[in-house]
């Protein structure tokens, strides 16, 4: 699992966007806090195997500079882009690998340059397409919104109230459109640099008709709402999306004004520069929307919908079975309709011949998410994803009747646009905090529940050591949650250090971490790898145990002709074989103990040393062994 499915993505009722986050932290643990919150500094996991260059835009690099640093690209051979200078502004720049250079070197070269916090291949995303009752003459044609239990009188703001800002990122947006006049701001255009969005492509349009065509007008179709504005940021053209347009397009609806934020497109790839622009958006309130993506069974959830903080969409049929493109897996939040979606087309048209695909199931989630914040505009990205998963109906097919009440095919279910707005978010006075200074005290050997009782939901323990031990923390399974551990800790001079985190089970295990810690209060925060909820309960508990290193491992005869070092060591301990200093040969014990470690032949009379390390990372005495 990457490790920004390992970071924290905890938020509490009403910390979202309202400048409360740390306030109730002691000193000590405002650091703490930060990391346990959705702004985390952990960096995302590249795939180790081989680039694709076909998925890389133009052998392109995005480079992220530290802070005071000078990063030299002629040093490389690099050529320099027009990257977005709102990128720039971020620290962010991107470069051109020639082609008479070896782009994966060249990678791996900049990446271990001190003056670069990262450096990634800018991945290629996909557009997800498969290329009371309103009077708009089209609207009997609009079997997706009756689906969801769409009408036209649902939210009724006061007078005076600002329409709800729906950032579209995409192909652009045709704004002369007869049914979306008025309602498209200017935007921008990071494929041209230009300083207005027009759609060329026509998806963009497309997506944006779903969610703001105008109602009541007696022409085209209806949105999904009428108080809206579309605040067009044109990322890419026909075929693809470079990650650099889409990170600038993020940036840029951030800080235009937006509270809904639709990603139509995907890339099977993570990319840290967009993740660090996804946790900004979600820290400033803004609710992310994207589509899982049309690769089923080739892919899995695509990115950005596979983030834990963004709301991912698959698709749904006119019968509300799963659409067989619909990408699907852990991942996946809600289904909306998306085939044969009627909608608004280029040159004033309209139709729903070609407009199939998770692209348009994802517009009926961001605008049922600003019908909610057209209700509420108070309300945080926490509230309006549980609001909308909550309220989803549950097809009776695919594993429903499981207790978790969410599936790989369907997340929590189609999305109900009336039900949604009568649903009511939790109270959760009863919930373990996530906050340093009020985690809860636990005990050796007492056994404490509680719930995932929302999305973005962690919860925090903490324990005192007055010397080291080897400490196990246990947490059961509930079904369709993946739980994460998380320890942190804060030694007796009152300094924080990150201890490790433990996500190795998956959906529906119960998770072990394992460690030796030194003395001091250390904070445990158990949360839910893709940011999602039960009414469940799990348990957790933790226990100590002596930190005692394993027994030398027993070593057999080794000759100068041996290409492995054999012997029995203690169980699952990891085999290390140095000779001098240097490591030559590792292995790991089987749950006999018998281990196999991988050496080249050495020659006769060379002196090897052995050690066996436990899972808590307590290392034994070394065994000498001479070559014969």
Do not use: C
């Not at 997706?144 to 950032?167: H, T």
């Not at 909306?336 to 139709?351: E, R």
């Not at 998410?369 to 009776?396: G, H």
């Not at 924080?496 to 001091?520: F, Q």
């Amino acid at each position: 699992m990457n490790t920004f499915k390992r970071t924290m993505s905890i938020l509490t009722a009403g910390l979202v966007g309202t400048g409360l986050l740390g306030t109730a932290v002691h000193a000590q643990g405002t650091e703490l806090a930060k990391r346990n919150l959705f702004f985390s500094t952990q960096t995302i996991e590249q795939p180790s195997e081989s680039i694709d260059l076909a998925n890389v835009n133009k052998r392109e690099i995005i480079v992220k500079t530290k802070e005071g640093n000078a990063f030299a690209p002629s040093s490389y051979g690099l050529e320099t882009t027009s990257a977005p200078s709102i990128l720039k502004e971020e620290g962010i720049s991107v470069y051109q690998v020639p082609n008479d250079k070896n782009y994966e070197k060249t990678l791996s070269q900049i990446k271990t340059d001190r003056a670069v916090e990262y450096a990634e291949p800018n991945y290629l995303s996909k557009r997800t397409a498969e290329t009371v009752k309103p009077n708009d003459k089209l609207y009997d044609q609009q079997w997706a919104l009756k689906k969801i239990n769409w009408a036209k009188d649902l939210v009724n703001p006061p007078a005076g109230q600002k329409p709800v800002i729906v950032a579209v990122l995409d192909t652009g947006v045709n704004a002369d459109h007869p049914d979306l006049k008025g309602k498209v701001l200017k935007g921008k255009d990071f494929v041209n640099n230009l300083k207005t969005s027009n759609d060329t492509v026509g998806h963009g349009t497309e997506v944006s008709g779903i969610i703001a065509a105008a109602t009541d007008n007696k022409i085209g179709i209806s949105g999904l709402n009428n108080h809206v504005q579309i605040l067009p940021v044109r990322v890419g053209g026909k075929v693809s999306i470079p990650n650099s347009s889409a990170i600038a397009g993020l940036h840029y609806a951030i800080d235009h004004g937006a509270r809904v934020i639709n990603m139509s497109f995907g890339s099977a790839e993570p990319s840290q520069a967009e993740y660090d622009a996804i946790m900004e958006a979600v820290h400033k309130g803004i609710i992310l929307v994207a589509a899982s993506g049309n690769e089923n069974p080739v892919y899995g959830v695509n990115y950005p919908a596979a983030y834990p903080q963004v709301i991912s969409v698959g698709a749904t049929r006119y019968n509300d079975v799963i659409a067989p493109f619909s990408s699907r897996g852990p991942e996946l939040d809600v289904v909306a309709p998306g085939t044969n979606i009627m909608t608004t087309l280029m040159n004033g048209k309209y139709g729903s011949r070609d407009v199939s695909g998770t692209s348009f199931s994802t517009p009926m989630v961001s605008g049922l998410a600003s019908l909610l914040l057209t209700k509420n505009p108070a309300l945080t990205p926490q509230q309006v994803e549980y609001m909308i998963e909550k309220s989803a109906f549950k097809p009776d097919r695919e594993g429903y009747k499981n207790a978790a009440g969410l599936t790989d095919f369907y997340g929590y279910g189609r999305i109900d646009a009336a039900k949604a707005l009568e649903t009511k978010f939790p109270s959760l006075a009863g919930d373990t905090t996530d906050i340093p200074a009020k985690a809860k005290w636990m005990s050796k050997g007492t056994v404490y529940k509680d719930r995932f009782d929302v999305p973005f939901d962690g919860d925090m323990y903490r324990f005192k050591l007055t010397k080291e031990y080897n400490v196990k923390i246990e947490v059961s399974a509930t079904a369709g949650m993946d739980p994460v551990v998380a320890v942190d800790r804060i030694s007796a001079d009152g300094k924080l250090t990150y201890e490790k985190i433990a996500d190795k089970s998956g959906v529906g295990k119960a998770e072990t971490w394992y460690a030796k810690l030194k003395p001091g209060i250390n904070y445990v925060t158990i949360y839910e790898a893709n940011n999602h909820w039960s009414a469940k309960p799990y348990s957790v508990k933790f226990t100590t145990f002596e930190a005692v290193a394993p027994a030398a491992p027993k070593v057999n005869k080794v000759d100068s002709n041996d290409k492995y070092v054999t012997g029995k060591a203690e169980k699952k301990s990891k085999i290390e074989v140095k000779k001098g200093k240097t490591v030559i040969g590792k292995a790991a014990a089987s749950s006999s103990g018998a281990y196999k470690a991988p050496i080249k032949a050495q020659k006769r009379g060379t002196v090897l040393y052995v050690t066996a390390t436990d899972a808590a990372g307590n290392k034994s005495k070394s065994t000498k062994i001479t070559v014969k």
